[in-house]
Structure formats: C-alpha cells, structure tokens
C-alpha cells in the first residue's frame, strides 16, 4: 500500500468516525428530549395552563361584575337604544338607496334630532 492509499484510508476512518459519533449523538439527545425533558415540559404547560384558565375566568367574573354594578338606568338604555336604532336605520336606508339608485337630491333619513 502506498503512502497515498494509507492518507486516503485514514481520512475514511475519520471521517466515518465522525459521522458516527455525530449520528450516536443525535440519538442521545433525541432520547434525552423525548424521555425524560418532554414530560417535565408537558407538565409544567398543564399547570402554567390550569393557572391562567383560572386567572382569566377570574378577570372575567370581576369585568361582568362591575360591568353590571355599573349599569346605568333603564331610562338612558332606552335613549341610547333607540339613537343606535335611529342611526343604524338611517345608514342601511342610505346604503340600500346608493345600491338600488333610488332618491336623488331628497332628504337624508335618520340622523336627525328627537
């Protein structure tokens, strides 16, 4: 064999070496990951999880609270009930008029004062 044949034969082993070092190790680590390090994780998100459900449904409970405590009278409900009705009434009038071409130069619905 010559010295040529023996370089080109130790670069083959080492870099096969290599490659199977590489491969052991990525193994390793796999079964590391999905072992021991995946179940910890899983856990730690199943607690995280529980913790947040119950400071949202918490936040939520207050929010309905005071929303409700702060509810105004039945007599401005109405009053906004009916302007939001007034108002909406008025902007489908308007775009249902644009769509089908209908009155030209008339006075526009809703909007108006009480």
């Known amino acids: 064999m010559s010295t040529a044949q023996l370089v080109l034969f130790m670069l083959g082993t080492a870099l096969l070496a290599g490659l199977a070092a590489a491969a052991f190790s990525l193994l390793a680590v796999r079964w590391l990951i999905e072992r021991q390090i995946r179940p910890e994780f899983e856990k730690l998100l199943d607690e995280t999880a529980d913790e947040l459900t119950s400071r949202i449904e918490q936040g939520v409970r207050k929010g309905v609270r005071d929303a409700v405590t702060e509810l ?10 009916r302007t939001a009705a007034r108002t909406g009434a008025g902007l489908v009038g308007g775009g249902l008029d644009i769509l089908l071409g209908g009155r030209r130069g008339g006075k526009p619905q809703g909007g108006g004062g009480d």
């Open 72 to 81: 105004p009278s039945a007599e401005v409900l109405g009053s906004t009930a």
